[in-house]
């Protein structure tokens, strides 16, 4: 699963929009996306429980079976905001778990949890090595990682290449 909040330009008082996007087959190939407004410049995804246990529903009854785990990438966090977004958010899943657990009747464990936060970190520049580690931009290939030497006195932190640049210099995200 995947969230991100996308707000209104400066000054422009129009409601936020919250996205959720999950995969409804094992394999994480097929996909459905919910959106939903809420009030403006609000980081935290309001109506997260609703949208999430309609996800799990829908994702138990395509496959005949809830999820085991559920890897959730959230976007868009700032460093300030971290706390508060986790303990909502995440307070959010694990209800919408219970409501569903509680309804149905199951006795199937509960689904493990993986909460991502992925930040863009532009200011952060790694060079190949030799010409073995490099596309033909110049930059790392894709699927480069750095996990080591990395210090946060929080978090754990890595950089992932995700993908090649069209041109220029690649920008790496910040996986908390």
């Known amino acids: 699963m995947g969230a991100d ?3 209104p330009g400066p000054g422009i008082q129009k409601p936020s929009v919250a996205s959720l996007v999950w995969s409804y087959d094992q394999y994480a190939s097929r996909y459905v996306a919910f959106t939903d407004l809420q009030e ?3 980081e935290t995804i309001q109506n997260l429980q609703a949208m999430f246990k309609r996800a799990v ?3 138990a009854s395509k496959n005949r079976a809830p999820p085991s785990r559920i890897i959730f990438f959230r976007d868009g966090v700032s460093e300030g905001e971290f706390d508060p977004v986790l303990e909502k958010e995440l307070g959010a899943m ?3 778990i219970d409501e569903i657990w509680l309804e149905k009747r199951a006795r199937d464990s509960k689904p493990k949890f993986t909460f991502i ?5 532009h200011h952060a520049i790694f060079f190949p090595l030799d010409d073995s580690t490099r596309d033909r931009t110049g930059n790392c290939r894709a699927g480069f990682v ?6 946060h006195p929080v978090t754990l932190d890595f950089y992932l290449q995700s993908h090649a ?3 220029g210099m690649d920008s790496y995200s910040f996986t908390i």
């Open 94 to 96: 694990k209800s919408a």
């Open 57 to 59: 529903m829908e994702f």
């Open 146 to 151: 750095a996990d080591e030497g990395i210090k």
């Open 5 to 7: 909040v996308s707000h």
């Open 40 to 42: 403006p410049r609000v």
């Open 117 to 121: 936060v992925v930040g863009k970190k």
């Open 165 to 167: 640049a069209v041109k």
